[in-house]
Nanobody, 125 residues
Framework: VQLQASGGGLVQVGGSLRLSCAAS????????IGWFRQAPGKEREFVAG????????LHADSVKGRFTISRDNAKNTVYLQMNSLKPEDTAVYYC???????????????????WGQGTQVTVSS
């Protein structure tokens, strides 16, 4: 199971980015996906998650209304659309997968067995 996160970069305050989490070697629609982020000196935190079918979604309060998680199982990819970016969104963003995750456990990083390598998002003020 391999996950590849991409789409990060440098953006100004108020800008947008779309992160992608692509899977190789397995079918992503059998897995719930979570996005997490980690800023320097801080613990990894939950950003958003989506169930296998896409019917269940959860967004952290800090990103609600600005970020949207979605999935395209035909493309074996999960996306994180990030709008109205703020300097505090600066972090390395990771996607994670697990076949057992349900909405109630989506925010707990320890529940995920598979992790991508991370993509850097930097928001400049």
């Amino acid at each position: 199971v391999q996950l590849q996160a991409s789409g990060g970069g440098l953006v100004q305050v108020g800008g947008s980015l779309r992160l992608s989490c692509a899977a190789s070697g397995f079918t992503l629609d059998n897995y719930a996906i979570g996005w997490f982020r980690q800023a320097p000196g801080k613990e990894r935190e939950f950003v958003a998650g989506i169930t296998r079918s896409g019917g269940g979604r959860l967004h952290a309060d800090s990103v609600k209304g600005r970020f949207t998680i979605s999935r395209d199982n035909a493309k074996n990819t999960v996306y994180l659309q990030m709008n109205s970016l703020k300097p505090e969104d600066t972090a390395v963003y990771y996607c994670a997968a697990d076949p057992r995750i349900i909405t109630s456990s989506m925010s707990r990083s320890g529940e995920y067995d598979y992790w991508g390598q991370g993509t850097q998002v930097t928001v400049s003020s």
